[in-house]
């Protein structure tokens, strides 16, 4: 073995190592702050954030994901957090915040277990088996939805708006949202299935928020090309071009040689040739509206115009595409091979929204996508609705695809917690410590909305657990006027996916922070000094 007693070097020069009980402290210490972090805004009575990104912008939000996504943090059990919050943003579009606020009241929770000295691999199984006695529970309070519940479903979508600035608009936004989804739902083998990619959001600032609305179709941000084309073409046969008119141009520089004057003359007559035989092509087809990806030249526009062709050209790549698969039309790669079969079919129109003139696409024959125009006074605002809109369409898709809701404003929590202080009492062991402290750490979340809104949290627990004992399940804490009652009478309603996802990542982080008894870190580079290659001053 190592005779000679000299030590083995396994770690380069710079690691930072820290063992045992110091890194799993400091670990629960940085996922403890990230919870604190956004604790504050969970719930419709939590307080925005500024946040100022690294380019100096401004972002004012109440949106926890939002908040985790731009903070910059190297911690790395405080990075875990933050990917807690993102695997439940991917899930459910929603919860994030719960989520986050739960792994770290579990690991506050798990903290005085290990002060008192238990240790946390017993802690992470009295986890494992409380979350998994939940489970068995999980259908308890839920209620079947479909996509006939209209009402039912703007309900969700205003429960998950609640707690962003859009609230006040509610009414609008969640007829719009409600509208869009089940407008896009798809059945695959009897089970519905909701692509959220068929939504657009269109946002415009300087409008009041009444002005926005969902239009059945896509909507793209640009003008049509000449200010005497017309503004509407009702039975649009659509060329989807990406190609260029007239003759082709490489991407790099060539030369053309020319030794005397007639030859540039006979170059543009060719050029104007060729650029008359593209419009040819496309007038043959039987195209009266062109939505091209690349630039067009202005002696094709002239042209075009001329034929009274309606031309959009520098279409965004994506939209392209979106703009095939809805009018049913071919993307066009070269204009001489142009049929009247590969156009697509619609109305087009240019309007103004706002200050801003957009192209819209309807009546198209593979109705499949929606769009939605947030209009706002300022961008920030216009922004922040956005968040909320996304989260209520995917919890009202979460809901349409799972077809079941359950009632908000913490009655998931304060029941699960009851289920589990029942359990406990049948477990041996010093897991049994750990399922009741579990079911005390799942209380954070009423708790939490209860701070937030000013009530006396406390007061609220007491009520709660007395409403659940006595058999009235669906109670939870109604926000809004501070009483606790059924959450289904008051209409606040979610997804069951939304809080089973988040009761789940919050224990699969807990356990796998707890885990950790070493982080070894290799020695950061050193940006600042000597990483352009200076040498040293020699001062
Ligand atoms: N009127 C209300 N009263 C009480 N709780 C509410 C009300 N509206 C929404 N909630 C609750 O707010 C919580 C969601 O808050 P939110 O800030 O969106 O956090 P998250 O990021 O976890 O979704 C959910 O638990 C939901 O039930
Ligand atoms: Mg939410």
Redesign the pocket.
């Known amino acids: 073995m190592n005779g000679n007693q000299q030590p083995i070097i396994i770690l380069k020069e710079g690691t930072e190592r820290e063992t045992g009980m110091s890194a799993q402290r400091k670990n629960i210490m940085a996922a403890k702050i990230i919870a604190d972090v956004v604790k504050t805004t969970l719930g419709p009575k939590g307080m925005d954030k500024i946040l100022v990104d690294s380019m100096g912008d401004l972002i004012v939000t109440n949106d926890g994901a939002t908040i985790l996504k731009e903070i910059d943090i190297d911690h790395p059990a405080a990075k875990m957090m933050i990917e807690v919050a993102k695997s439940q943003d991917k899930e459910c579009g929603?919860?994030t915040?719960t989520a986050v606020i739960l792994t770290g009241e579990l690991l506050k929770k798990a903290e005085s277990l290990l002060d008192k000295g238990i240790h946390p691999t017993i802690i992470s199984k009295g986890f494992k088996m409380a979350l998994e006695k939940l489970k068995e529970f999980n259908e308890d309070l839920s209620t079947n939805v479909t996509e006939i519940d209209k009402e039912t479903l703007k309900n969700i979508a205003k429960t998950?708006m609640a707690?962003k600035n859009a609230s006040t608009e509610d009414e609008i936004f969640s007829d719009i949202v409600v509208e869009a989804v089940t407008s896009i739902i798809e059945k695959v083998d009897g089970k519905i299935k909701i692509n959220l990619d068929n939504i657009q959001i269109q946002k415009v600032h300087g409008q009041s928020v009444s002005h926005s609305e969902i239009v059945d179709g896509l909507v793209i941000d640009k003008n049509k090309q000449h200010v005497d084309m017309l503004k509407v073409v009702e039975n649009a046969k659509i060329a989807i071009i990406n190609d260029e008119f007239g003759m082709k141009k490489t991407n790099i520089e060539s030369k053309l040689n020319i030794t005397n004057p007639n030859e540039i003359q006979g170059y543009l007559e060719k050029e104007e040739e060729a650029i008359k035989n593209s419009v040819k092509y496309v007038t043959d087809s039987g195209a009266n509206v062109i939505l091209s990806q690349k630039g067009i030249d202005d002696e094709a526009l002239h042209f075009l115009n001329k034929e009274g062709l309606f031309v959009v050209e520098r279409v965004d790549k994506k939209d392209i595409k979106r703009i095939a698969k809805n009018t049913n039309g071919k993307i066009i790669s070269k204009i001489s091979e142009i049929t009247n079969s590969d156009l697509g079919t619609g109305r087009i129109e240019q309007k103004k929204v706002g200050d801003v003139e957009m192209i819209f696409i309807t009546n198209c024959p593979e109705s499949r996508a929606v769009s939605i125009i947030i209009t706002g006074s300022t961008i920030h605002l216009v922004d922040e609705i956005e968040r909320g809109v996304h989260?209520a369409l995917f919890v009202v898709k979460t809901a349409l695809e799972d077809g079941k809701i359950i009632p908000g404003g913490g009655a998931k929590f304060i029941h699960d917690s009851m289920i589990l202080k029942s359990y406990q009492t049948s477990v041996r062991g010093r897991e049994q410590l750990a399922i009741e402290a579990f079911a005390e750490a799942l209380e954070i979340i009423p708790k939490t909305l209860s701070e937030n809104a000013g009530l006396d949290p406390i007061d609220i627990i007491m009520k709660l657990r007395n409403s659940h004992n006595i058999g009235n399940e669906r109670d939870g804490i109604d926000i809004n006027n501070g009483r606790v009652g059924d959450m289904y009478q008051a209409n606040i309603i979610e997804p069951i996916r939304v809080s089973t996802n988040a009761i789940t990542a919050a224990t699969e982080a807990t356990i796998m922070i707890l885990k950790i008894d070493d982080v070894i870190a290799s020695k950061k580079m050193d940006t600042e000094k000597g990483g352009g290659g200076m040498p040293p001053s020699p001062y």
């Open positions: 929603d919860g915040t998950s707690s989260d």
